[in-house]
């Protein structure tokens, strides 16, 4: 009984200790942008701000500094036409919209000011299943402070999605039974020490209990990239491949049935090898197999990207590669 007690005891520490942070993010946009969606009628109850735009519902975000640094989703800041605001503690400020990353569903949004209460990145990789995590966030963009509790229920999970009539796949996702709705998404899902240790981004319609979160450290890495260079900088290798599984080798006839298999060129322009690639200056050649990247075996399981995705600009990798019924291993320095 004493350890539900303390477990309890550390939800509500966690909790009072991370609301602070968490922020609304408002989409405006001018009558004659929002007249191509809404009726006529909606429009004219929908709440204006000073200069007469639009307040669209909201969605949350988070602090993750104290000079105005904010991590949401991506597809809660997705349309350039519109201005985006961050609410924090009934203040209202206008935000700079740094980073759109659709390979990660993330944002990073800049406020102007300092002394921000904010949270501190935990670390998504030390991670077990059946940890208590509780996800904060404006469910439904109408309830502020939505607080909701869980555990870990699955992990390195990979998620086909449509935020946008567009399909999108991600990889690498934490997966939790944490309530996870509407206007939660860019919220932090936090473990008991009080530290983000995830984004809420996705839930599965129709199915209960199962939500899905960004991991921190995808975010940290991320966010160190635009402080460091003022951009993303994301490894690739210079290659056009297809990630090989039953139907491919077969297709192929291919010797295994994972890796990465570098595509001969199909149309004009269309190499699998890119001119200039770190993949050409290392030696590879169209129809290599990429096996494994420092020890990391590329499979359905995780791609190239997601195995590239945790090096940052000169870190080294160790390939090994299939090449004419030989494998080899080469060396890569990373660069932009």
Known sequence: MSCFKSEYQQTIRAVAKALPAVVAILMLKTPEQASEKIEPDLLKVLPRDKN??????????????????????????????????????????ECEIKVRDEITDLAILKIKGVNFPYLKLGRSSRLQLGETVIAIGNALSEFENTVSRGIISGLSRHLKTDFTENNKEFFG????????????SGGPLINLKG???????????????????????????????????????????????????????????????????????????????????????????????ILTINNQKIDQSCNLMAALRNYQKGDKIRIKYWHQNEIKETEIVLED
């Open 52 to 93: 007469g735009l639009l307040r669209l519902g909201s969605c949350s975000g988070f602090f993750v500094s104290s000079d105005g640094y904010l991590l949401t989703n991506r597809h809660v800041v997705e349309d350039e036409e519109a201005v985006y605001e961050v609410v924090s503690r009934h203040q209202h400020y």
């Open 173 to 184: 996702l934490i997966q939790t039974d944490a309530a996870i709705n509407p206007g939660n």
């Open 195 to 289: 530290e983000a240790i995830g984004i809420n981004t996705a839930v599965v319609l129709g199915v209960e209990n199962i939500g899905f979160a960004i991991p921190s450290d995808q975010a940290k890495i991320i966010l160190e990239d635009l402080k460091k260079y003022g951009k993303i900088f994301r490894p690739s290798l210079g290659i056009r491949y297809l990630l090989i599984d039953e139907e491919v080798q077969k297709e192929h006839q291919l010797p295994f049935d994972y890796g990465a298999f570098i595509i001969f060129e199909t149309l004009p322009g269309q190499k699998g090898i890119i001119p200039g690639g770190l993949a050409e200056k290392a030696g590879l050649k169209e129809g290599d197999i």
